[in-house]
């Protein structure tokens, strides 16, 4: 028998069902990989996704009902909680609707809405409902990042420069090592002489790939609403650099997507004597969690790496909050890490096609 099926208890608790909203890349090899090592938790319930193919298919890999239709989802008493794994403009709405069908938590993939007006709204509904919402920054839920929180001290009122550092391939690479992609969506080639395009890929690389380490940035900004813009421009083959000044804290966020051969995940914060250093495992890869090191003058600490990371860390805590835990992010967080990307996406893209334009003038 299918480990999915049926409503088997381990434990004493009964498994959770899992309704997923979107059945692309992200669902594929991220999080049906990773419920696949929670069966004594979730199982999956049913998969939508406007694709009627790819959401038979898709089930079918976990013995899962499928439909094109979002209401049957929610509408379905066998599912306990939904992961909204659609494109960026559905979230909010499909979050609302979440909330209003009575589900026990949801879990929204970045962004989980694009204007703060409707992360606000979402947050209300949240309230009036009493259904939790997560929110997928996977590093978030790492329990290197967590740890490494639990011991730096005051490290966040002595913060002086904080880093985050991504070089990877592709997506594809690594969606392959997870799983076989059934479909992925196209794009068309980069046009880096045309300022509009610039300014796209650099706030899509924002609210897509920097999104994940902004709420650790974020952290260490007391007034992270008081942004000064430094620099933007965007990196060939793909990424972008970003530096801003927060008072009297600098932050540069860059990343690099080529076909390199060492890919590399970092997160750094420095104060006058003290250090910060995180390395995350890459996008898609499910084996192994953060290692932190915290040094402190001749002192240097570890912690990590946990067996799991936070593509696991964050379903363990969807089931904890479903089953009545309180999340570690309220509303009002979830609201200023997003107001906080959509403003360094917006400043960021501006500053970049503004160059473009400087530059063929």
């Given at each position: ?26 669902t ?9 090592r929670l069966?004594d ?12 193919d790819?959401?038979r298919?898709?089930a079918?890999?976990v ?5 094109t239709?979002m ?7 066998d599912?306990d ?20 069908a009575?589900k ?10 694009t204007?703060?007006?409707q ?12 259904v939790?919402?997560?929110?997928g920054?996977?590093?978030t ?17 002595r913060?002086?420069f ?10 594809p690479?690594y969606?392959?090592?997870a799983?076989e992609v ?5 794009f068309p ?9 610039v300014?796209r ?5 924002v ?5 994940h380490d ?7 900004l ?7 813009l430094?620099?933007?421009e965007?990196?060939r ?8 000044r927060s ?5 540069e966020v ?13 997160f750094h ?8 250093d995180?390395?995350?495992t890459?996008s898609?890869?499910?084996a192994?969690g ?17 067996e799991?990371n ?11 909050v479903?089953?009545?835990a309180e999340p570690r ?8 890490d997003l107001s906080?990307a959509?403003?360094i996406?917006?400043l960021?893209?501006h500053?970049a096609?503004?160059?473009?334009r400087?530059?063929a003038?």
């Amino acid at each position: 028998m299918c480990p999915w099926r049926g409503g088997a208890q381990v434990s004493g608790a009964p498994l959770l069902g899992v309704g997923i909203l979107g059945a692309g890349p992200v669902t594929q090899a991220i999080h049906l990989p990773t419920l696949a090592r929670l069966t004594d938790t979730f199982r999956v319930a049913m998969i939508m996704d406007v694709d009627a193919d790819i959401a038979r298919s898709v089930a079918a890999r976990v013995d899962s009902r499928s439909t094109t239709d979002m209401t049957t989802v929610l509408d379905d008493p066998d599912v306990d909680v939904v992961a909204i794994c659609s494109p960026h403009h559905f979230h909010a709405e499909q979050v609302v609707a979440a909330c209003r069908a009575g589900k026990k938590a949801v879990l929204c993939e970045k962004p989980f809405a694009t204007t703060s007006e409707q992360a606000e709204a979402i947050a209300a509904v949240s309230a009036e409902t009493g259904v939790p919402i997560l929110v997928g920054a996977m590093h978030t839920f790492d329990p290197g990042w967590l740890a490494a929180q639990a011991n730096w001290g005051d490290l966040q009122e002595r913060a002086l420069f904080i880093r985050s550092s991504i070089v990877l391939p592709p997506n594809p690479r690594y969606e392959d090592f997870a799983t076989e992609v059934i479909t992925r969506p196209s794009f068309p080639p980069p046009d880096y002489e045309n300022p509009d395009a610039v300014a796209r890929m650099v706030s899509g690389g924002v609210l897509g790939l920097a999104i994940h380490d902004l709420p650790l940035v974020r952290a260490f900004l007391p007034h992270y609403d008081d942004i000064e813009l430094l620099s933007a421009e965007v990196e060939r083959p793909g990424g972008y650099s970003i530096i801003f000044r927060s008072r009297d804290r600098l932050v540069e966020v860059h990343a690099v997507t080529s076909n390199n051969w060492a890919p590399n995940w970092a997160f750094h914060v420095f104060a006058e004597d003290q250090l910060l250093d995180i390395e995350f495992t890459p996008s898609y890869v499910h084996a192994g969690g953060a290692v932190a090191h915290l040094t402190r003058a001749e002192q240097r600490i570890t912690f990590g790496p946990a067996e799991h990371n936070g593509y696991e860390g964050e379903w363990r805590e969807l089931a904890d909050v479903a089953r009545g835990a309180e999340p570690r992010s309220g509303s009002a967080d979830l609201i200023a890490d997003l107001s906080f990307a959509l403003n360094i996406a917006d400043l960021a893209a501006h500053k970049a096609s503004e160059n473009v334009r400087r530059s063929a003038a």
